[in-house]
């Protein structure tokens, strides 16, 4: 199957050289607009100045990107001790995808059930919300995990850092020639009399080919970025199945997840690309983008992906996906010569019973996890209370407040092991 | 989580999978927003305190505490207890975030809510096998 | 030019091309050889961590379900039999009834609330579970890349570059029958 990683290289390749291609036209025309065209060395210079720019502010994004996301997003790292069955989920996860390290565990502290992934494939990050491990099943979450490691596996996280970048030069660029010759008119100060003599076609054809570009640049770098990950959710999604042979897993958890309206307080515009339902959509409490401008967003409508994956059947393939994306759609979305040998992937034996979900009992597991972070102590009283004590508690005695047993907080200490 | 009284971290106490922070120096207990919707959630009958919360018409002004979780100034408001509870206690005056992060009991208050049988509020019933008769 | 150094030119081109294509050919072979072999050695890893866990858990349950014998005992020796099979088909048969005597445990030990509650059980039976699915998922990921290889291998042309440098067919890990197949994904 990992020829559609590299049929998708390929596609990525030719659309980031579109796009740079878009950059290197805009910064050339902007160069011949300003200097002159009578020899091309102004619009070479322009061209360069763009790509520089470009190229800077990507080795940035490279190096610090995973790092600041995570910051913005309030993630923090927990242990193996700390949460267990999250990270035997994310190793599980590791395994079906044969990743060459497991990525790191991060836990954000949001009431909206949300999830993202950060990082290369040999240096990874997951990270999920308390949310989402309240209300999803192992299964779900299980599908969710696998999901973010598709992106990891098909290096998502890299791509559209390069190409969410090179978006963001091409706007600012736009933005600051625009304004330029805006301001440029209004106060008359225009250096074009020099030249307006000689090689008056050309001028006039780079003139309105920069103010064209201008316009059109940032739109189209939108575009092709905006279907680009979109494409990219509908792979990680049939990652998913493939490794979790259990379609139904990620189908019912993003149910779940699009059900929920709880807007995710950290999440913002750069970061929504990553999640795996777009934040901001739930938050605005309107549909899950089947309706509303679909060219201009991140994700595909939850509620075709959650279609597409319940029309898989047995098979779990990437063909099998292909298949079921072609039923709802009537569009392929894996490249065809990428589509072999895996026809016999089958669906895994379904666990028998199904139990609900209590969604109190596994906020408390989630909620716990974050005071054995803060460094929380616990103490399990005869009544039935569960006192959690913070580190700044400085009393030595602790009075249960419904029984009334005085726990001491030394000996407590004392008997729990690594407490 | 600070205790709006005392500014003093807050014991979390564990009671059927609902958690409320208590403040071991006053006696005050913070119910977090999250944590009424767990209290209400399965029986989806309409709790009054929980409805306190979610609206600001009963609000009799601002207080003095702040929020926990936000650190705006809490508003005062009246929750009706209902027929059921006794006349003297029908309305228990409490403090809540003006936006609904969560509402604060000190002590006083706290008493007032489990006195009143409240007829089946989750929320009540709840602080009552807590606190109650203790 | 002289006709003989045309030919010769064209000779040596497709000589050139042929030799690229041998080598990159067997590089392939050798990449997906080591990467089910990895693969393979991902199984072993999970499978050891499933037998250090087992007298753990045995002992846990001891302490609780004495009536319980012969289903513990059935267990101990499922494992030392795994632990002592070689090559894969024999490591399959015996993995496979290790995860049979388990979930044969597993069941029994639903009638024992008191165990079930114990917190040293709970963790013992997440890793359990959580080894379990590992193991399935290695495998899985094991069988894929064998699919692949084995199909590298057989098919024209680089099954002639399969035959001279002796990459030989991998076996699958499978278990006997569907009820095996499905044992590991049993949730506690």
């Known amino acids: 199957m990992w020829e559609a990683i590299k049929a998708n290289k390929r596609k990525s390749i030719v659309l980031i050289a579109c796009m740079g291609l878009l950059l290197l036209a805009l910064g050339g025309a902007i160069g011949g607009f300003w200097f002159g065209t009578q020899d091309p060395r102004p619009a070479v210079f322009g061209a360069l100045v763009a790509g520089a720019i470009w190229f800077i502010m990507t080795l940035i994004a490279l190096s610090q990107g995973r790092n600041i996301l995570l910051a913005v ?44 992934a950060v990082g290369s494939p040999d240096n990874a990050a997951v990270a999920v919300t308390t949310g989402l491990l309240s209300i999803l099943s192992r299964d779900e979450l299980q599908g969710v995990v696998a999901h973010e490691i598709g992106h990891i596996k098909n290096q998502d996280s890299q791509f559209m850092t390069i190409a969410g970048v090179m978006v963001g030069t091409i706007v600012i660029i736009a933005d600051i020639f625009t304004r330029s010759v805006f301001y440029g008119a209004m106060f008359g100060g225009r250096r074009r009399s020099r030249s307006s003599s000689e090689g008056g076609n050309l001028q006039i054809i780079v003139f309105v080919l920069a103010l064209v570009l201008a316009i059109l640049a940032p739109i189209l770098a939108n575009i092709i970025y905006f279907a680009c990950s979109r494409s990219r959710e509908y792979l990680a999604d049939a990652c998913s199945a493939v490794f979790t042979r259990y379609p139904e897993g990620l189908a019912s958890a993003l149910e779940k997840i699009s059900g929920a309206r709880v807007p995710l307080v950290a999440a913002n515009r750069v970061t929504s690309p990553m999640y795996i339902v777009p934040p901001m959509l739930a938050a605005s409490g309107s549909d899950d983008g089947a309706s509303g401008d679909f060219i201009l967003s991140t994700h ?14 047995s098979t779990v393939g990437l063909a099998a996906y292909n298949q079921a994306f072609k039923n709802v759609t009537g569009k392929n979305v ?86 | 989580m600070l205790c709006p009284e005392c500014r003093v971290e807050m014991l979390v106490l564990e009671h059927e999978d609902i958690e409320i922070d208590f403040c071991d120096e006053c006696g005050g207990i913070w119910l977090d927003e999250g944590e009424l919707e767990l209290l209400a959630g399965e029986n989806g009958a309409p709790s009054p305190v929980a409805s306190a919360l979610a609206s600001n018409a009963n609000a009799k002004g601002k207080g003095r505490r702040p929020c926990p979780v936000c650190s705006k100034k809490m508003i005062l408001a009246d929750i009706d207890l209902g027929d059921s509870a006794s006349t003297e206690n029908r309305f228990v005056e409490i403090d809540k975030c003006p936006k609904g992060h969560g509402m604060w009991f000190d002590k006083g208050e706290l008493g007032q809510i489990i006195s009143a049988s409240g007829g089946g509020e989750s929320v009540i019933a709840f602080l009552g096998s807590l606190f109650g008769s203790g | 030019m002289d006709p003989l150094w045309i030919v010769l030119i064209v000779v040596g081109v497709i000589v050139l091309v042929v030799l690229f294509w041998f080598f990159g050919t067997y590089n392939t ?38 009536h319980e014998k012969g289903t513990l005992e059935a267990v101990v020796e499922a494992r030392s039999k795994a632990v002592n099979a070689s090559g894969v088909a024999q490591q399959a048969a015996a993995e496979g009834e290790l995860s049979n005597a388990l979930s044969r445990l597993m069941v029994v030990v639903e009638q ?18 959580s080894t379990e699915n590992k193991i399935s998922f290695a495998r899985q990921a094991y069988n894929d890349q064998v699919m692949v290889y084995n199909t590298k291998t057989q098919m024209v042309p680089s099954n002639i570059v399969a035959g001279i440098g002796h990459f030989e067919q991998m076996e699958l890990f499978e278990l006997k029958d569907e009820e095996q197949r499905e044992a590991p994904q049993v949730k506690f």
């Open chain 1, 300 to 313: 595909p409508p939850t509620s075709e992906r959650i279609k597409i994956l319940r029309t898989m059947g």
């Open chain 3, 112 to 129: 024992y609330p008191d165990l079930k509650a114990n917190q040293n059980f709970m963790q013992v039976q997440e890793e359990l579970t």
């Open chain 3, 29 to 66: 072979l050798v990449m997906l050889r080591n990467q089910a072999k990895n693969a393979w050695a991902q199984i072993d890893v999970q499978l050891k961590r499933r037998h250090d866990l087992i007298p753990n858990l045995v002992e846990t349950v001891k302490g609780y379900a004495k």
């Open chain 1, 73 to 116: 997003s309030g993630a923090r790292e927990v242990s193996k001790k700390d949460a267990p069955q999250l990270h035997n989920i994310v190793e599980e996860m590791r395994i079906a995808a044969s990743l060459p390290a497991t990525p790191r565990v991060f836990i954000m502290e949001e009431k909206a059930p949300n999830a993202f």
């Open chain 1, 334 to 419: 894996i490249g065809a010569t990428s589509l072999r040998s895996d026809e016999e992937l089958r669906m895994r034996g379904v666990t028998p019973e199904q139990k609900p979900v209590d969604v109190k009992k596994q906020t408390r597991e989630a909620t716990d996890i974050l005071h054995r972070l803060n460094g929380f102590l616990f103490i399990p009283c005869s009544c039935g209370v569960r006192i959690k004590v913070p580190p700044t508690f400085s009393k030595n005695d602790l009075k249960c407040p419904r029984c009334g047993t005085i726990h001491n907080i030394d000996e407590v200490k004392k008997n729990q092991p690594g407490g």
